[in-house]
Every structure is written in structure tokens, then in C-alpha cells.
């Protein structure tokens, strides 16, 4: 019986550890009208978010990407909230992931997030090596600038730049060069995501074109199994 008694104490502290929360939390409607938002993420755990829409707080939560989001009512892009969180006095310094999980907590908790994960098959781009071989200068030393239609990474993966191809595309991106390691990738086209305000230079080339000329690599449509993250309920919160 010990024993027993034992095991169901320990049971039930290590599902508490697997959750861990927030002890104090404030979530407020946003009064800012300007479109703009901002997240900080203090090192030890403290988490303040302004004007920070639902959809945004579930991608920043739970590491994902737009593509892989699927669910949810139309508020959650539409509505910013204003959030402080804190954990219990006397930490220093937590592990992100800590911090993630007691976002994931927060959401669950405070917007009754539910949610499960499907595996649906669509068409999707494998970024490869051309036949003419890559144009890739190693890594080097320096800042780098992301807008529409111009990269300058000084130091970059190619999974990190299926990243960004994927904004891009609006479709997922897969690295299947089967080149590992950071570069220096420069790269240059008429981006289509371009604001209408600033539209792309029409003697630019396409991304696909870019891709090929400057780069070395291609992209390839295929069809492949994506993981999604599907929203089945988010309640908004009570204000505190």
C-alpha cells in the first residue's frame, strides 16, 4: 500500500511538472487601433504582449507557422490583447521552453484553447540542388536585411530560408538539397507579397528564376503530408 500511495504521489507531481503555468497573469483588450504589435520575453519568464492577436499568441506558443494553422474563429486575427504574465517570484532564468509552455497553459486556461494535430496531404515545394550546382558563398560576418524581394543573410541555413520562401509561396517548403550548415545567401526578385504602396521592380526575375540563377538550387512542386495544428474552440477571455 505504501508503495502504492507512493507511486500515485509522485504520478501526480510529475503531471504537474508537465504543466507548467504562470503565477500571475493580466489579459486586457488592446485600446491601440494602429495594426502595430509587440512581444518581449524576458529571460526569466516574464512575458508582456501588446496589441497581440490570439492566432499570433498560439503561433509564438506553439512554435508553428501560418501554414500549418487551420481552425478557429475569425476574431482571433482581428482582436489585439494586452498581456502581462509572470511566474513565481525568485526565477532568474527559465529555459524557452519553459516559457512556452506556460503560454501553452495561459492559452488553454484563460482562452479555452482546444485544439489537435491532423496529417493532411497537399502540394507543397522541395527545394533542390540545380544541375548547374549550388552558388553558395560560405558564412560570413555581419548584420542581415529581410524586406520584400530582397534577402541579404550573412549567415543563413536553407532550412531557415524554406522559411522564408514558404511567406513567400504561401505553400510549404521542404530543404531536400541535403546541405547542412550556414551560408551567405544573397538573393534578389519581383516579390509578390510586395505592399501595393512599393510594388516589385518588373525587371526583376521570379522567385523560381532567382532561386536557379543566384543560388544554384530549385524548386520543385510535389505533394507531400503536412502536419497541422487544427483550432477547435478559443473563447475570449474575461478581463483581470
Not at 504521489?9 to 504537474?16: D, I, P
Not at 540545380?130 to 524581394?149: C, D, I, N, Q, V
Not at 534578389?188 to 544554384?216: H, K, M, Y
Request: proline share 8%; hydrophobic share 40%.
Amino acid at each position: 500500500m505504501r508503495v502504492a500511495a507512493g507511486f500515485a504521489l509522485v504520478s501526480v507531481f510529475s503531471l504537474a511538472q508537465e504543466r507548467p503555468a504562470f503565477e500571475v497573469a493580466s489579459i486586457k483588450p488592446s485600446p491601440d487601433g494602429s495594426g502595430s504589435f509587440s512581444a518581449d520575453v524576458a529571460p526569466s519568464g516574464r512575458v508582456t504582449f501588446r496589441n497581440f492577436n490570439v492566432w499570433n499568441l498560439i503561433r509564438f506558443a506553439y512554435a508553428l507557422r501560418d501554414l500549418q494553422m487551420s481552425g478557429g474563429p475569425a476574431w482571433m486575427k482581428s482582436r489585439g490583447f494586452d498581456i502581462q504574465a509572470q511566474p513565481a517570484p525568485g526565477a532568474t532564468l527559465l529555459p524557452r521552453e519553459q516559457t512556452l509552455q506556460m503560454l501553452q497553459s495561459l492559452l488553454e486556461d484563460r482562452f479555452h484553447l482546444k485544439w489537435h494535430r491532423e496529417s493532411r496531404e497537399g502540394p507543397a515545394y522541395a527545394l533542390t540542388v540545380a544541375r548547374t550546382g549550388t552558388k553558395l558563398p560560405p558564412a560570413r560576418e555581419g548584420r542581415g536585411r529581410t524586406m520584400f524581394g530582397d534577402l541579404d543573410a550573412p549567415s543563413m541555413t536553407l532550412d531557415s530560408l524554406c522559411q522564408i520562401l514558404e511567406f513567400e509561396l504561401d505553400r510549404p517548403v521542404l530543404n531536400r538539397t541535403g546541405l547542412s550548415g550556414s551560408f551567405a545567401i544573397q538573393l534578389q526578385w519581383a516579390s509578390e507579397r510586395a505592399p501595393s504602396a512599393n510594388p516589385p521592380d518588373p525587371s526583376r526575375p521570379s522567385l523560381f528564376t532567382a532561386i536557379q540563377e543566384q543560388l544554384g538550387l530549385k524548386l520543385e512542386s510535389i505533394r507531400t503530408p503536412v502536419d497541422f495544428f487544427i483550432i477547435d474552440n478559443v473563447d475570449t477571455p474575461s478581463e483581470n
